[in-house]
């Protein structure tokens, strides 16, 4: 997983009716040039994001995830809409899940990653701990 920067080239439109419900999605230019679409439901924080906006994606093995809480804000908002965002305590148990899945989605990677190398289940176990405790200590 890493995060990656981009632009709106098409907010989300109308909802349609996809395999889970109804769906929207947006297309984003990366700074790379390639364009990738990030998919939500009706509601989701991708819904309020217009053309031209500057957002922070999280690229998960080619699926983009729209990062929320780095979201910018469109030029003509205001000082109150910013004293309005300060003002809102933030959600701590959504902040902690998401996090958790972060790390739980990083342990696995790097366990899958050192099994398919052939190394023995044991092995695999502490090497994971490991390497998944020294490279979080180096983004601290």
């Known amino acids: 997983m890493k995060i990656v920067k981009g632009i709106v080239k098409y907010a989300a439109g109308e909802p349609r ?3 889970y419900g109804p769906s929207i999605n947006i297309l984003v230019t990366l700074e790379d040039g390639t364009a ?3 998919y939500g439901k009706p509601g989701d924080a991708i819904s309020k994001i217009k053309y031209k906006d500057s957002v922070k ?3 998960d093995k080619g699926k983009y995830k729209l990062l929320e809480d780095e979201q910018t804000m469109p030029a003509s908002t205001g000082v109150a809409v910013i004293e309005q965002q300060i003002a809102e305590k933030p ?3 959504a902040i902690v899940f998401e996090m958790s ?3 739980t ?3 696995i990677d790097i366990y899958n990653k050192i099994s398919e190398a052939g190394v023995p289940q044991e092995t695999a176990t502490a090497a994971t701990s490991t390497i998944f405790i020294q490279v979080f200590q180096k983004l601290k």
Do not use: H, M
């Open 57 to 59: 994606l999280i690229d």
């Open 91 to 93: 959600d701590l148990a």
């Open 36 to 38: 990738v679409r990030v």
């Open 105 to 107: 989605q990083a342990y």
């Open 17 to 19: 009716e996809g395999q």
């Open 101 to 103: 899945a972060i790390y």
